[in-house]
């Protein structure tokens, strides 16, 4: 649109509700333009971070800058930020059209800027036939566009949704992720986004950070945080099947499993020899009916589920621990024993202590 | 069994509607019999000889366009001054959090517990003081609030989404606006129901305005009634009858305007 967007900047920020920590030193920047999203489970913080940037939670140490702006002592005239609540808060006495004229109408937008907006903006999301309605006569569905709608009418330069996708069934979800990408494109907001569903996050962020109990574990794109976790919490929380997680030894170059070697390390002068936790995707997994080698692990399936897309298999190590496989076809049958093999560029290595990532084969 | 027992309800109920009903039609029979006839026969629901002898006499000896007229007055401006002041006090209450709110609270809920015996006396002599007998804004003054309204707007204004507000805050919306063009427009249904109220409690309030009022002008229709049924020259009934007929028109009225609102915010909030 030819219009700079803002950057969003988090310094040192912390916010505690009665002593209890909420968010824990935050630092985050959001480019101008960037669509983030926050991801995390339930009461990780990550509305309350969304929160403390709309303004609408003071944080009590740090601070919240908006293109290099306190937050605190900035001008705010209500045109610099937009935002979309997960119950769409849509003012139940207005019809959709007058929700979507109000801010406008209080800012004294002129009538005709306001009336071109706003049919604009019902163009866009097919609200046209319902601009008399009251919120409580909309479907789900369409009051989701109507909130997204009030949030785009003011063209604002940071564009804030808080879980807006949750409330609505899957099918629409889709449909309205789409939608979302598509206006991202279009206007190139700065948008920061909530939720606690991965598959939105992966879909829709340009960045994702990943939060935990306050803290952001990790910040980086979609790829990187699939495949490269900065620690055990990302891995764990991203993907589903959930990443196999195996605890094992490095000895004399190997890392063994129990007695059982599954990889040669090769060239990890650096590593020391001690416990580490491996991590391997589901898909990962090699499995085949006859060894194919010293590395070759012995499994016994344990379950069979047939999703249609691909074959998740519970395996059961010598150990008794389970591991995840997906395939995309197979001749197993339950109680057959096969081999697993593991391939080094495909794990993931942490350390036993502090659970971090080693990036281990992304040094050399 | 269960058809039984839904009939048996129905008798109950329509039992419960006759007590409420009888003693009305009762007083609007009356009004239309003449004196001998209610002596004769003062429970029979038809008049023997219908005449409307009574309201013509009435009319002769008060001013009832300017009873109603006082009335009407005083329970307007009771109405009005409890709706603002319960809805601003709620308001404040539901959206900034300060010290010792909740102790506020407590203490504007706590006068509901003042019988009225209690604040009779003082009120009356800063009334007094301020120069109001005979003066019905002397009668309004102190019901201007009322904590009961507070509470109930409160409960109410609780029950609106915090989003919502939220919403209105992202968009620089004043507080004033939220309140007048939000918050008001989805309390309207408890609005009208319990401004009905306030208005039916005080247009037939007798005690307080007795005291104020002593000029036979500034009197209520309550007063004026009043003089019908223990005057000097004894109870003349059905003259006491049509006056409450010509009482409860407009408290009536009012009820069948607003029912919509009254019965829906007794079933639900208005908020979906």
């Given at each position: ?28 920047k ?26 609408l ?20 005239d ?9 119950d ?7 019809t ?53 709608g ?24 889709e ?21 606690h569903?991965?598959?939105?996050a ?39 099947p ?16 129990n ?9 990890h ?63 197993f ?6 081999y697993?093999?593991?391939?080094e ?20 | ?43 029979s629901?038809?008049p ?42 709620a ?20 006068t509901?517990f ?25 009668v ?69 305005p007795?005291?104020?009022?002593k ?45 919509k ?12």
């Amino acid at each position: 649109m030819g219009k700079s967007n803002s950057t969003i900047e988090l310094k040192q920020v912390s916010k505690k509700f009665k002593n209890s920590d909420v968010i824990n030193r935050m630092n985050l920047k959001v480019h101008a333009g960037e669509f983030l999203v926050l991801l995390g489970p339930s009461g990780c913080g990550k509305s309350t971070t969304l929160r403390m940037i709309a303004g609408l939670e003071d944080v009590t140490e740090g601070s919240v800058l908006i293109d290099g702006h306190d937050l605190q002592t900035m001008k705010n005239d209500g045109k610099a930020i937009a935002m979309v609540f997960q119950d769409y808060a849509l003012y139940p006495n207005m019809t959709v059209y007058q929700n979507l004229e109000y801010a406008l109408k209080v800012h004294k937008v002129d009538k005709q800027v306001r009336k071109q907006r706003i049919d604009q903006v019902m163009d866009t999301l097919n609200l046209a036939d319902y601009a008399d309605r009251l919120p409580s006569q909309l479907s789900g569905g369409q009051k989701q566009r109507v909130a997204v709608g009030r949030g785009m009418v003011k063209k604002s330069k940071i564009f804030l949704l808080d879980e807006p996708l949750s409330n609505i069934d899957v099918q629409l979800r889709e449909k309205a992720r789409d939608e979302l990408q598509k206006l991202h494109e279009i206007d190139q907001q700065t948008i920061v986004y909530v939720t606690h569903d991965q598959l939105e996050a992966m879909a829709l962020g340009d960045r994702i950070a990943v939060m935990n109990e306050g803290i952001i574990q990790m910040i980086d794109t979609p790829d990187n945080i699939y495949n490269q976790p900065a620690n055990l919490f990302v891995a764990r929380f991203i993907g589903t099947p959930q990443i196999n997680i195996i605890e094992v030894v490095l000895q004399n170059g190997e890392m063994y499993l129990n007695d059982h070697p599954l990889l040669k390390v090769m060239g990890h002068g650096e590593l020391a020899q001690q416990k580490y936790y491996l991590g391997i995707r589901p898909e990962n997994i090699k499995c085949s009916m006859t060894p194919k080698g010293d590395y070759s692990l012995p499994a016994k399936i344990d379950s069979i589920v047939d999703y249609g897309r691909f074959i998740q298999l519970s395996l059961k190590l010598a150990n008794g621990c389970l591991i995840k496989s997906i395939v995309n076809s197979c001749d197993f049958t339950e109680d057959d024993q096969i081999y697993i093999d593991f391939v080094e560029s495909d794990t993931v290595l942490f350390d036993h202590s502090t659970e971090k990532n080693l990036y281990w084969g992304k040094h050399e | 069994m269960f058809k039984r027992k839904v009939n048996l309800w129905h008798v109950l109920l329509i039992l419960i509607v006759l007590m409420a009903i009888l003693p009305i039609l009762f007083m609007i029979s009356n009004s239309f019999k003449t004196l001998q006839d209610s002596y004769s026969s003062m429970l029979s629901l038809i008049p023997k000889n219908p005449t409307i002898d009574n309201f013509l006499t009435l009319n002769r000896q008060v001013n009832l366009l300017g009873l109603t007229w006082n009335t009407f007055l005083m329970a307007t401006i009771v109405t009005l001054g409890k709706l603002l002041t319960g809805l601003l006090t709620a308001y404040a209450f539901r959206s900034y959090q300060f010290r010792g709110k909740m102790l506020i609270y407590l203490l504007f809920v706590a006068t509901i517990f003042v019988p009225f015996t209690i604040v009779m006396i003082p009120n009356y002599l800063v009334i007094a003081k301020l120069d109001l007998l005979n003066n019905v804004v002397g009668v309004a003054l102190p019901q201007l609030c009322d904590a009961t309204g507070i509470m109930i707007f409160l409960k109410t204004m609780e029950k609106i989404p915090n989003s919502l507000i939220d919403a209105a805050h992202i968009d620089q919306i004043p507080n004033r606006k939220i309140f007048f063009n939000i918050v008001i427009p989805i309390l309207k249904p408890s609005i009208v129901s319990v401004g009905a109220i306030f208005f039916i409690n005080s247009w037939n309030e007798y005690v307080w305005p007795t005291l104020i009022l002593k000029d036979k002008g500034s009197f209520t229709l309550p007063l004026a009634l009043q003089n019908y049924i223990s005057s000097e020259g004894g109870t003349n009934f059905p003259l006491a009858m049509a006056l409450s007929t010509i009482m409860i028109i407009l408290p009536l009225l009012i009820y069948l305007i607003f029912q919509k609102y009254i019965l829906n915010s007794i079933s639900n909030s208005g908020l979906k």
